[in-house]
């Protein structure tokens, strides 16, 4: 009688883990999607500068754009998830994407940035529901043994996304539409050349929620509700990383919108697309190969300590990218996706650590900080376009000194 009993747990378990499959790839995809359209924004920043006769100042408000739209977002987006379901928050996700993507289509038309700006505002409200949504969900489709390792392995498809968005950016936007754009017929053709990599894009997402809505997807059990509670601000440590997450995704929004002009720059001859398939696409495979080296770093070296490590070089690299010149020059800045790859995930976690009924509430902060990405481009922008673009990247240089601090002093769990 027991082994009859035995098999037939074993069978349902199977059948547990097998319904999960589907779920877990479709919820996977969502990482590099987000990350996809996330790595395009450089492309983009480059491309409309002679598209519209704008400034590097007001091409990187494609930044702002962008993650004003996260700021903005996060919270409705929580409120939502919490009020219906996960699957309600990823199908309305990514029916904000499809449609920002193919507001790209009339806005290239009217040959408007503004309308372009508004599109891209849309797509990262679509993706502040997504990544609400994702990170969590990885972990209840599964073993909870094994939720962190699913979670990383989907993180992994994020960084894909990273290494394959300046490759298609290169083949698809800047192929045909380098040198001086001087007539309204050669500028509403580079215009247009968004128009086929969003609309796949847009084509992508709407196949990918209507799996979505066909498939069964296992809701969590409610958690507590998150409330405000001020006391909150009495842990150092937390107020802190609000600060330095602020200047660290303000840092590196403002790198990559940044990179595609600084080679350009520095190196006389190379094209938009060179630029952004070869060099690019170097910078943001050592940001994914940092990720797995920095994990690997941390089994022996305290993650604070690494945090402090990582800021310093980055630091370094800064002034090397300002006061060198040539490939040395360009080389540090690539060279900064390295040790920037860590920096969010880690803050984030010194950030919240020991504010025990208060963590939920802290996460909604630190993510918040990710407004820096709609504040600090531009002020690089306003630098590269009076000063010099070396000179630029003096703001994420006084970022990463901040990192350096926190990761020397600043995370101490002290309460004031």
């Known amino acids: 009688m027991q082994l009859p009993t035995s098999n037939e747990n074993l069978s349902i378990q199977n059948k547990t883990q097998a319904a999960f499959t589907l ?3 479709l919820v ?6 987000w990350g996809l359209a996330n790595i395009l924004n450089s492309s983009l920043i480059a491309h409309f500068q002679p598209v519209f006769d704008i400034s590097r100042t007001q091409a990187l408000l494609v930044e702002t754009a962008f993650y004003f739209g996260y700021f903005t977002i996060a919270i409705p987006a929580g409120l939502f998830i919490e009020r219906f379901s996960y699957k309600s928050g990823i199908l309305l996700g990514l029916a904000l994407y499809a449609i920002g993507a193919l507001l790209f289509i009339p806005a290239a ?5 503004g309308f372009f700006l508004v599109a891209l505002y849309i797509i990262a409200s679509g993706l502040a529901f997504l990544e609400t949504a994702a990170n969590p969900y990885i972990t209840v489709l599964g073993k909870s043994e094994t939720a962190v390792q699913r979670l990383n392995f989907s993180q992994s498809f994020n960084g894909v996304a990273l290494v ?9 936007i800047f192929a045909g539409n380098e040198g001086a754009l001087t007539s309204l017929e050669e500028k509403q053709a580079a215009a247009n050349a ?3 990599p969003y609309t796949l894009l847009a084509i992508t997402v709407l196949c990918v929620a209507a799996l979505f809505s066909f498939t069964k997807m296992p809701e969590p059990t409610k958690g507590k509700k998150i409330k405000f509670d001020k006391s909150i601000f009495n ?6 990383a609000i600060i330095v997450q602020l200047l660290y995704v303000g840092a590196q929004a403002g790198i990559w919108g940044i990179t595609i002009n600084y080679v350009i720059d520095l190196i006389p ?4 697309e060179v630029a952004s398939k070869s060099f690019m696409v170097i910078g943001t495979f050592l940001f994914v190969s940092g990720r797995f080296l920095g994990t690997w770093l941390m089994t022996f070296i305290k993650d604070h300590k690494l945090l402090m490590v990582y800021g310093l070089a980055a630091s370094v690299l800064c002034l090397s990218g300002i006061f060198t010149s040539g490939l040395l020059a360009v080389y540090s800045v690539l060279g900064l996706n390295l040790f920037m790859s860590i920096m969010f995930p880690t803050i984030f976690a010194l950030g919240v650590q020991d504010l025990g009924d208060n963590t939920k509430l802290g996460s909604s902060f630190v993510i918040m900080s990710i407004v820096g990405g709609a504040i600090l481009p531009p002020l690089m922008g306003l630098i590269a376009d009076h000063v010099g673009i070396q000179q630029s990247f003096v703001i994420p240089c006084i970022c990463f000194i901040a990192v350096m601090l926190y990761g020397w ?6 309460k004031s």
Do not use: D, E
């Open 23 to 25: 779920p877990l790839i």
């Open 109 to 113: 038309n009217q040959l408007q940035f």
């Open 409 to 414: 002093k600043g995370y101490q769990t002290i």
């Open 269 to 272: 001859g190379t094209t938009r």
């Open 194 to 196: 968004v128009i086929f």
């Open 164 to 172: 394959v968005g300046p490759w298609l950016a290169g083949q698809f």
């Open 28 to 33: 996977t995809s969502l990482f590099f999607l």
């Open 235 to 240: 842990h150092k440590h937390f107020k802190y």
